[in-house]
């Protein structure tokens, strides 16, 4: 167990509905990272927060959206579902933005039919 | 950005046998270099890593070794085991805490 918590574990939803992602770093960690993986693209940063700034932003759709909260918990809004977002979502989180690990949750698996 | 390709994508040893996984980076502003192991349908888990201020590094059966001139890096797992199959990733960071780069993946079969 890293410390990260994700929920939900699954999603199953369908075309053009919105869902949003939780995630929960370990407790002193003030850096949050989401990562999509799928079959054909693996492992894709998507965005980071660091104690509630965004701070880069990976190939993240205009669709999707985060936020990180005043408590460091962040979210994943993704809208106008498509089939191609089905995919494993990850959190991961790290102590601060300088070079340390980065600790992976359990992820989301998201099917959108 | 950064392009991080990793090579083999399969790879099938027996017990015992020595694996290795490269990997080659683009930018050479990289300095955090971290592999991940990832069983199927879990989290990945750092297995280990290496900054670039470092040519090696070892930790039991595992081994890492970068070349910074080149831009490559490489796990070593020596001895390996059944449980030592699994996916597993390279990753570069283009600075220091920031997102990670992964490769594709390597998947590691150990046959008893």
């Known amino acids: 167990d890293s410390g990260v918590t994700q929920t939900p574990k699954h999603l199953i939803t369908a075309t053009g509905q919105r869902v949003t992602l939780r995630c929960s770093p370990r407790s002193g960690d003030l850096s949050v990272y989401w990562y999509q993986q799928s079959l054909d693209q693996g492992l894709q940063f998507l965005i980071q927060y660091y104690n509630g700034e965004e701070r880069a932003k990976g190939n993240i759709l205009e669709r999707f959206s985060a936020q990180q909260f005043p408590d460091l918990h962040s979210e994943l809004n993704l809208s106008s579902l498509e089939l191609g977002d089905s995919a494993l979502y990850f959190c991961?989180?790290?102590?601060?933005?300088?070079?340390?690990?980065?600790?992976f949750g359990p992820g989301t698996r998201l099917t959108v039919l | 950005g950064e392009n991080v390709e990793q090579h083999p994508s399969t790879l099938s040893v027996q017990e015992g046998d020595s694996a290795v996984i490269k990997c080659t980076y683009s930018d050479s502003a990289s300095n955090y270099f971290p592999w991940y192991k990832q069983e199927l349908g879990k989290r990945p888990q750092l297995i280990i890593d290496i900054r670039s201020n470092v040519g090696e590094k070892k930790d039991q059966r595992i081994a890492v070794t970068l070349n910074k001139t080149a831009k490559h890096f490489s796990l070593h797992i020596t001895e390996t085991q059944p449980e030592d199959s699994a996916v597993y990733f390279c990753a570069a960071s283009m600075n220091s805490g920031y997102a990670l780069n992964f490769g594709k993946g390597t998947s590691l079969l150990v046959t008893p």
């Open positions: 991961a989180s790290s102590v601060s933005g300088e070079g340390n690990e980065q600790f």
